[in-house]
Nanobody, 123 residues
Framework: VQLVESGGGLVQAGGSLRLSCAASGRTFSTYIMGWFRQAPGKERELVAAMSGSGGSTYYAVSVKGRFTISRDNAKNTAYLQMNSLKPEDTAVYYC?????????????????WGQGTEVTVSS
């Protein structure tokens, strides 16, 4: 599986960005997609995930109500819509694929990773 993120950039606090993750290599609907982020000096954390069918989702408390994960299985693409961005959302964002059955939060549970896209939120 190959994953390629896009959509990062610089935005002012309160603004919005939409990240995309294009996947190839295996049937997209068979795996869970997660969006992680890693800020300098911090551990990588799961911010949102969605099951293959789209029926189950997970959001970190810090982003709930502001971020929305979605996927288009026909286009082999996952998205992360980020609204009301805050400076503390600044990080490198990664998409990742997990072939497990249930959504899991540890990064080690995910089998494939994109290269990351940088998001910077200015105050």
């Amino acid at each position: 599986v190959q994953l390629v993120e896009s959509g990062g950039g610089l935005v002012q606090a309160g603004g919005s960005l939409r990240l995309s993750c294009a996947a190839s290599g295996r049937t997209f609907s068979t795996y869970i997609m997660g969006w992680f982020r890693q800020a300098p000096g911090k551990e990588r954390e799961l911010v949102a995930a969605m099951s293959g069918s789209g029926g189950s989702t997970y959001y970190a408390v810090s982003v709930k109500g502001r971020f929305t994960i979605s996927r288009d299985n026909a286009k082999n693409t996952a998205y992360l819509q980020m609204n009301s961005l805050k400076p503390e959302d600044t990080a490198v964002y990664y998409c990742a694929a997990d072939f497990g059955v249930h959504i899991r939060t540890p990064p080690r549970s995910y089998d494939y990773w994109g290269q990351g896209t940088e998001v910077t939120v200015s105050s």
